[in-house]
């Protein structure tokens, strides 16, 4: 598996599972688990949910299907990066803390890898940063970051205490969604901290995109593969894409492995070109 660095040096996996909307309902339980134990069988080490999915329901998925794995010794745990993220109105000096044993107790895991602020919210940043720090200390969390954030607020934080020993920002980043490249991409790139694309097929919608057909039929894979390899050719960026369909979950690991062609990659930029001004995140 492809990996990409994070400002301290560790490596992270390239290519992940989303878990967005898992753990919604009691019917599709059994298949969330089940596709989670899949991705592990095809590769799939980083995994990211949200204490804000299905309410908890999402972790609690998570948490099952890694124990279940972790028992049956498919993987081991310092193998994995569990990804989950605290609401903005709890991330507090108090609040924190306890929102993250919360987390970890339905992932079923005494740490959390990588522990992000899910957007910008009204907690001082100084008092979410010091919480992170504490919990670092106390071995609860790896690394800590945050997601929804656009360059203004990445400068804010900057100028925070321990501020720039933020990981990763977590955003909206795919190929029909590229205005970050603008100025928040260059900003991170500057200060050497990966791109964490969520919606990285657009909800799906990239994988019905009729004019990636023939540059993915070209390169014998289909659309969506096409939609990854791309943000992971560059480098510097994670893609997280949600699945629980088995050729969904298939077609995803292998895209790890398309490379793209000088050809591909130009049919790419003139589909999808990058931005010529400044736009605002886009926030979902
Ligand atoms: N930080 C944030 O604010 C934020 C916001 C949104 C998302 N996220 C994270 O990012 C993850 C990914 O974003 P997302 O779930 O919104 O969108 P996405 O990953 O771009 O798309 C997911 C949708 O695409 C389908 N799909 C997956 N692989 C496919 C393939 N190979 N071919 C065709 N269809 C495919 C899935 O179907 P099936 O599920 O039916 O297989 C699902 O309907 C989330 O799950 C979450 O972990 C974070």
């Not at 939609?227 to 050729?247: F, H, M, N, S, Y």
Request: glycine letters at 8%.
């Amino acid at each position: 598996m492809r990996t990409v660095t994070l400002p301290s040096g560790t490596p992270l996996p390239a290519l992940g599972l989303g878990t967005w909307h898992y753990g919604e309902s009691a019917p599709t339980r059994a298949d969330e688990v089940r596709a989670v134990r899949r991705a592990i069988e095809l590769g799939v080490r980083l995994f990211d949910t949200a204490e804000m999915y299905g309410e908890g329901g999402a972790e609690e998925v998570l948490g099952q299907a890694l124990a279940e794995a972790l028992r049956a010794g498919d993987v081991r745990r310092e193998e994995l990066t569990v990804v989950s993220k605290v609401y903005p109105h709890n991330a507090s000096r108090q609040g924190l803390p306890q929102a993250c044993e919360r987390s970890l107790r339905r992932l079923q895991l005494d740490r959390i890898d990588l522990y992000l602020l899910h957007w910008p919210g009204s907690h001082p940043l100084r008092d979410t940063v010091a919480a992170f720090e504490a919990l670092q200390s106390a071995g609860r969390i790896t690394h800590w970051g945050v997601s929804n954030f656009d360059t203004r607020e990445m400068r804010a934080l900057w100028q925070v205490p321990g501020g720039p020993a933020c990981a990763v920002n977590q955003v909206y980043y795919s190929l029909s969604q590229r205005g970050i490249e603008f100025d928040l991409v260059p900003w991170m790139r500057a200060h050497r901290m990966p791109v964490m694309a969520y919606c990285p097929i657009d909800q799906g919608a990239l994988a019905a995109e009729p004019e990636l057909l023939p540059i993915a039929q070209r390169l014998g894979a289909t659309p969506a593969q096409l939609a990854l390899a791309w943000l992971l050719q560059r480098g510097d960026t994670v893609a997280i894409p949600k699945a629980v369909r088995e050729p969904h979950l298939r077609d995803n690991a292998a895209a790890a492995e398309l490379a793209l062609d000088a050809q591909a990659l130009a049919d790419l930029e003139a589909l999808f070109p990058p931005p010529a001004e400044k736009q605002e995140l886009m926030v979902l």
